[in-house]
């Protein structure tokens, strides 16, 4: 069950269990999964350049601060700039609902796949990525490993996207 809108953040409590999101718009139901772009390692390591940076700052300021401590302070500075870049922008995420796959590559940027549509998920383990297939087995769409940062996670949304196709089929059967 999510608490928050996959796309914006905010929160779903005492909403209904299938609406629109009241500040984006997003379509979701509680049931959907998200699979987000991991940003704690980030953190971390911003944080420990962050502390280095400082180190090498005091260090010139204590002893007077020359080229070397110029030099050496440069490759920590381009560093902080790349993480920062990296933590501001807005992570990749997949929504799994029981109607749609929802491929959110930034807040403006999203590619919808009509879980009716999927026919077969498969794990690629020498590339990382997600194959999607369609009824008639071609490939519809690739979901690139960096969507998810591992193999693992990458594993457990291809069986929930199998697993959502396969009641869909069973439903649209039985029905």
């Not at 269990?17 to 049931?31: I, M, R, W």
Request: positive net charge; charged residues 20%.
């Amino acid at each position: 069950m999510i608490s928050r809108c996959p796309n914006c953040g905010y929160s779903l409590r005492g909403l209904p269990e299938e609406y629109l999101c009241p500040e984006c718009g997003f379509s979701y139901d509680v049931n959907c999964v998200v699979f987000a772009e991991p940003r704690n390692a980030w953190k971390g390591l911003a944080v420990l350049n962050s502390v280095i940076l400082l180190a090498f700052a005091a260090r010139g300021v204590l002893r007077g601060w020359s080229e070397a401590d110029s030099l050496s302070i440069l490759p920590f500075g381009v560093m902080m700039l790349g993480w920062l870049w990296h933590l501001s922008r807005p992570p990749k995420r997949i929504v799994i609902s029981s109607q749609e796959i929802v491929l959110l590559k930034t807040n403006q940027e999203r590619q919808t796949i009509a879980m009716s549509l999927v026919g077969d998920a498969h794990w690629s383990w020498t590339t990382g990525d997600i194959h999607l297939y369609g009824m008639d087995g071609e490939e519809m769409v690739t979901i690139e490993r960096r969507f998810l940062a591992s193999n693992a996670r990458a594993k457990r949304a291809v069986a929930e996207i199998e697993s959502r196709s396969r009641k869909r089929c069973q439903q649209t059967v039985s029905g």
